[in-house]
């Protein structure tokens, strides 16, 4: 397992499935499970799925992406989030994705397979076969659609059943512009007591929430990633320690610069770069989203393509649209 404080150890190794019961009250750091920990710092692209015209998945243009990608300083890559069209892929694409990227990937650079399901049985199982596809931790977005029944206690026994069965290490994942629900901080605040659970990837936006739970998981060796390069200044001025930015699928290594310049303490600088990441992040995110990624993707000398159906390519307005949000900002 990468990344890990005590090489050649990890948490159900080999496959073998793991049950930890928490109590409420006891901490990451009182509990003798907790084991080696996994360090997630650090700056990790979303990646996309490139697609045949056919709209099969094409391995050949993902493995030239994954080149590009290992000659950047990236922690690692999160691999069947969002931005990779999981939920129009079958499972077998989806585990086969995550094999794929982690034979092609460096050993030194981290899989953050996404393994969330509709169902906690089905997250299960897809969290077991993503670790046994190379996974080095599986990232579980917020089942959400019953949304008006997964309140606090839905989410804490779902998260904690993964968690407990999970090979693999487990980072939370709250994105409300997709699911209609933010995890609620004090969910967040009891999941961080899971041995079995490092962090928290959070893509709302709100760097009062943000701040709150940093504030509130800080003597459990919890970990916040922001969601985004377009509030990533912002999310380490409160104490995140790395971001999950679709926009570095773009412009990886200028992320990375602004990682760079928040952890030195160059504040002015990194002011002046997170300002011209915001009209391109908004553009490939929340504006045009995953069509606008593959676009620019292609523009910048990676494999975009497609989108599979029913997602649609922008128009020919949205896609100058896209161009001007760059060029205005000295990308283009």
Partial sequence: MLGLDEPGKSRGSGGRKV??????????????????RVDIRGIYPPIATPFTQNEDVDYQKLDENLRKYAKIP?????????????????????????????LALP?????????????????????????GAGADLVLVVTPCFYKGKMDSRALVHHFTQVADNSPVPVVLYSVPANTGLDLPVDAVVRLAQHPNILGLK???GDITRIALIVHKTKSQDFQVLAGSAG????????????????LANVLGNEVCDLERLCISGHWDEARALQQRLIEPNTAVTRKFG????KQAMDWFGYHGGTCRSPLQPLSEAESQQLRLDFSTNGWI
């Fill in 231 to 246: 509030f990533l200044m912002a999310a380490y001025s409160v104490g995140c320690t790395g971001g999950v930015c679709a």
């Fill in 107 to 131: 050993t030194h650079q981290l899989v953050l397979a996404g393994s969330g399901c509709e169902s906690t049985r089905a997250t299960v199982v897809m969290t077991e076969r993503m670790a």
């Fill in 19 to 36: 049950t930890l019961h928490l109590p409420a009250t006891q901490t990451r750091t009182q509990s003798v499970a907790a084991g080696p």
């Fill in 74 to 102: 990236f922690k690692g890559l999160v691999v069947q989030g969002s931005n990779g069209e999981y939920l129009y892929l079958t499972d077998a694409e989806r585990v086969e994705v995550v094999r794929k990227v982690r």
């Fill in 202 to 204: 959070d893509s709302g």
């Fill in 290 to 293: 995953v069509p606008a990624l």
